[in-house]
């Protein structure tokens, strides 16, 4: 008996320990949960529908897809140029090819995408990790393969991306904060119009299906802009605009559409003005769609600075202008955003330099510029490493399967319910609420996992400690051998 | 019988000893303890996981040569065998092997494998490491439920995923544990070879090494050799693939699974490869859908089928000359596809090795917060890469070719050996032909 009650005491002493185990496991889960989660939900009521994040069922943010889609598909770009670089005998591109590649891969598994992109990305996936070898094993003949397979992806994902989801999207209401990326891809493709129309005019046949089709994009973005209930007056004037520009494109008529474009850059040229306007006047949210936004248009920004200083310094004086203007759309950009923690310390670098910038850039002399752009330069390469090194694989703007994403339908009540009250998570956060509930899922999901072993454990150890002596005699005694040469 | 390894004094002592293979364990288990924490708690990004870098670079690649060189020697030191060995140590029931398990435990294996690889393309296990930490996790219950509740290692024996692999590809490897025969029919030591005693558990794998035939089970864990009081076990190594050639009592679970191995090769192949890229979009075009789960299993049947469908025609062909049906056919002549088999599948995971292999070692340094720059991961040269798998594949068929030979021979007679035989061979060569064109392409990185 003696023997027996210290046995017991014995599994019970375990079967404590397992119990614990298992609590501690559940709370381990629980407790990866970002404190910030609770933050913004406390703060959901203060900071209300302005700056809103548009989560929709599957935790799909319209605004993230938007800006991860346009990073991805500039990145492609460059990546495409880089191997063509390096084709023509640029050794150094193959370095810059590898981390736009990178890049592309980050932005790719940190977005959550909706079902009808699903495809798309699926093969622009594929095709970035069968350029990895290429690229890795320095295999030219492969990289322009692979640049070429990439290119088709990226096309694909353009086309799906205009044709299937943001026309899904579209009447949906959208927050204010959304404003910036679809801003940046409007401005994109007005230009891209406006350059496809005036080199179809110089004879370019090519570029007219070119222009017709980002004139259908710019369409399509108009109804999307719309819907954030900011930039009415020239985004109204734009509208109005295009048709004329639209129906020349339709009948050919290169010298109309060249003339109807005049009013229409003008009214986008307000667009840009009222747009950075705005940008001043407004305080960003630090949902990642923010961020992400605020990065492209910073990064595209010092790009154009550079460039048009460095065309100054050729002796094209109207550049400077255009370079000041630039400067000040920096500083709108730097002043205006609420920036992610893992990239605070690059944009204070940058927005010191910048600050130290632009009253030499005011008056400058190539000699000034040229240092002065430098820093500029230098600390917008710790952005960009801080971007997409530190800060979008932790933000994980994206975590869930985009499952779901197809019932975002205007029509569908759920989605509608979800976009027009605001769930929990989309006052003001929406991604970042997302990305914590993502981490507390992650939680529990191991916590789940401890317990159910914990559980399982704890349940083997008491039918242990229950089973009868008999049995515990039998399982001594030796087995039946086999009559093969296994116990089967 | 060759040489006796255990005839080296200083072999048995190793193995006898309590270090094996509990020295081997402790390490894969200190190994796996980092990468479950990399995966789950580690970078997102694969390309910067060293857990993913260890799983699908560096492990992955190297367990189907393990298998053929030292057989399942790495069940006895896989940490979820560990586990389970632990969970049974401290809570185990003991309780029998459900009788569903041993008759239909190959076939969940088959399912399982086939299930995972599955789910691997649709959710992307190997280029998550979440996915891939979700992975081990639902392997570690499992084993912990197996561990529990039923004896000896049921898990690895009936359940792993693994294991049916690993069954399949030790059956061609260099190493056979036997007992001998002379020495064991003298024996009154109640079998503890198999039952244990004082010196050590009894056979983890309910092996019972004086009727083993096949090395499919064993791990060579010596647990018989530290319990067997006469000395009678016996571990020596044979030509590769021998085994296939008298498989006395073949299972056709056993060769389906053999078969249905040539498919996934092809999968995994066809799914790294530039051409995936236009294959989808034509499948897409067919089906009229653009989502990837649908048109990936469609693909995914299709490769299974494939290797199937040819080896039913084969059978049907064969059937006309031994006068066997298509099952036996199958069920005789699928052993004999192994060879192809891990030679696909050592071709293909040896790309990643040694076009990636790097990356285990940049991994490793960013782990420890070092800033690695962006050179090349490749260990070889990729063309040197694509000669070691033309080399691999053309020994293989050559291995395959050769069990059939000898299978027929053993199984038939002069006369009705030839046609069975031609039509074999003409298998063995169209997979062949696949497995080559395959290898011409390019092909995509894990990491």
Redesign the interface.
Known sequence: MRLLGNHVQRRSS?ILAIVLLALLATACGASTTDPAAIDHGTMAGMDHTTMAGTTLPGDVSIETVHASYLDIASNINDLRSRVAQWQAGDESSI?IA??KL?RI??LL??TTWP?SL???V??T???V??M???L????LQ?AV??AK?LG??AHDMTH?FYGAWLTQVTGQPLPAMATHIIYLDLSANINDLKSRVSAWEKGDEASLAVAKEKAERIQVLIQVATATGTLTKPLSAIQQRLPAVSTALERKDVTVATAALKPFSDASHDLTHDFYAWLGTTAGSSDPACAQAAYIDLSGNITDLKARMTAWEQGDTSSLNIAQEKMERIQAVLAHTNWPVPMAAAVGKTTAAVQAAAPVLAKPTPATSAAALKTVSDSMHDVTHAFYNDYL??A?VAMH?PAGAEAQQPGVPAAVDDLTTGHSGSHGHAAEAAAASDDAS?GW??GG?GA??AM??G???V??TR?PARSRAR?AA??A???????? | MSTNLLQNRSLRRFLTSGLYPAVFQAVTAAVFVVIMFQLVLGPAAAHSNFGTAMTWVLWWPLIPIIFVVLGRFWCAICPFGTLSDLVQKYVGNNRPVPEFLKKYGIWIIDALFILITWADHVWGIVESPWGSGMLLLGLTTGVVVSGAFWQRRTWCRYLCFLGGLAGNYARAGMIALRADPAVCAKCKSRAVCFNGNEKGPGCPMFEFPRLMESNASCNLCAACVKTCPNDAIQITLRPPTKELWFVRKPKFEEAFLAIVIMGIVFVQNVTMLEVWNSLLQQLQQITRTDNYAVNFTITFIIAMGLPVTLFGLAALVARRFNDESVVVNLTKFGYAIIPLDIAGHIAHNLYHLLAEGKAVGFTALEMFGQQVDTASAALVPIPAIQVMQYGLIVLGALASLYAVYAISKNHYGQRRQRGALISYAALVAVLFGINVWLFTLPMAMRM
């Open positions: 375990l370095n590898k981390e990178e891969e980050i598994s940190s079902t699903g495809g798309a699926a093969k996936r594929q095709a990790s069968s990895n070898p290429a890795n094993g320095t295999n492969a393969v692979m397979v088709d992806a799906d694989p932790q994980k399967t992650k999901i191991l996992f159910v072993n399982v454990i349940t083997a150890a039918l242990k089973k399982k030796p087995q051998i086999p009559s093969g040469g296994s116990a089967e």
